[in-house]
């Protein structure tokens, strides 16, 4: 069993940055994805980015250029810093925590955590 804790969200202005993280504990497989996915009123559930156990990232065309995700192995904890922020950007974001040979969507997830982006 993998917990997860996300920390970090809140109230920003557009333009405004905001950094989020998530700690992972529990029965953690050796070659794992960590990622960040987000999901806004009405809408389905979306991959923001994630990172494996190497450090090779992947973005959704959405993030590029904006957020940068990145992973602390030793404290197995992913972070996400969103800088730019967009009003579309408001949703609760959901870390989770996959082996990487699962298929995306999988494994487990945190409780979530808002972020409005609103001024």
């Known amino acids: 069993q993998v917990h997860l804790v996300e920390s970090g969200g809140g109230l920003v202005q557009p333009g405004g940055s905001l950094r989020l993280s998530c700690a992972a504990s529990?029965?953690?497989?050796?070659?794992?994805?960590m990622g960040w996915y987000r999901q806004a009123p009405g809408k389905q559930r979306e991959l923001v980015a994630n990172?494996?156990?190497?450090?090779?990232?992947n973005y959704a065309d959405s993030a590029l250029g904006r957020f940068t995700i990145s992973r602390d192995n030793t404290k197995n904890t992913v972070y996400l810093q969103m800088n730019s922020l967009k009003s579309e950007d408001t949703a609760v974001y959901y870390c989770n925590l996959r082996y990487a040979l699962s298929a995306m969507g999988t494994g487990d997830w945190g409780q979530g955590t808002q972020v409005t982006v609103s001024s």
């Open positions: 529990g029965s953690i497989a050796r070659f794992n994805v």
């Open positions: 990172i494996n156990s190497y450090g090779i990232t």
